[in-house]
């Protein structure tokens, strides 16, 4: 089973940005879609943004024009771009494929808050 590592969150005022990054234990970007998942104090893990192994992106409604996900495979990387953050993104960020591939990570915490 793959694993993923999780990083990159904080605490940022709205309208901040952040980028996150999630490696893995072994190279599986070129060969599964992957997905930015989230989950909010006593809420379910929700899917954020996916991305196919062709390069195609998809988003949720509630940050679609604000989040960008994105991959290096020579990096064994994906990342997360998150501009424009609103109080509503504070969560536990966690990448796993899509449909799930692996053992989940620890997460990266995203706090948005003046």
């Known amino acids: 089973q793959v694993q993923f590592v999780e990083s990159g969150g904080g605490l940022v005022q709205p309208g901040g940005s952040l980028r996150l990054s999630c490696a893995a234990s072994?190279?599986?970007?070129?060969?599964?879609?992957m997905g930015w998942y989230r989950q909010a104090p006593g809420k379910q893990r929700d899917l954020v943004a996916t991305?196919?192994?062709?390069?195609?992106?998809n988003y949720a409604d509630s940050v679609k024009g604000r989040f960008t996900i994105s991959r290096d495979n020579a990096k064994n990387t994906m990342y997360l771009q998150m501009n424009s953050l609103k109080p509503e993104d504070t969560a536990v960020y966690y990448c796993?494929?899509?449909?799930?591939?692996?053992?989940w990570g620890q997460g990266t915490q995203v706090t948005v808050s003046s």
């Open positions: 991305i196919t192994t062709g390069g195609s992106t």
């Open positions: 796993n494929g899509r449909p799930i591939i692996g053992y």
């Open positions: 072994r190279s599986i970007f070129s060969i599964y879609a």
